[in-house]
């Protein structure tokens, strides 16, 4: 049986929440403690998630990697020659159709492995 090691996109390889902020010109940023940061810029859930579900595939293509994304794969990559993983597959929650083409394109260009 294939033995497979999952690696979150969002805020752990992708920078969602500085991408988010800068698309909507937010400038006095606070710290984010929970998922429906929206709530802190007065949006309320229906209209923060809109807020997410309408974004192109631009957006999701030319998000920034975290500033630990390559290390992190690379030390992950280095651990499963040691381990007995077969691969490292990644995860995200799609909420649109843009989101997930937007997403594949960003993994493309920046793990092309």
């Not at 794969?73 to 077969?86: E, G, T, V």
């Amino acid at each position: 049986m294939e033995k497979i090691l999952y690696v979150d996109l969002d805020g752990v390889l992708v920078n969602f929440i500085e991408g988010w902020m800068d698309h909507y010109s937010i400038q006095d940023r606070k710290t984010v403690t929970k998922w429906n940061f929206g709530e802190d810029y007065g949006l309320n859930r229906k209209d923060f998630y809109k807020s997410i579900t309408s974004l192109p595939i631009s957006f999701w293509s030319n998000l920034n990697p975290t500033h630990w994304a390559f290390e992190l794969l690379r030390n992950l990559n280095q651990a499963m020659d040691s381990s007995s993983y077969d691969k490292i597959m990644f995860l995200s929650h799609s909420v649109s159709e843009d989101c997930r083409i937007g997403k594949q394109l960003w993994v493309n260009k920046h793990f092309p492995q």
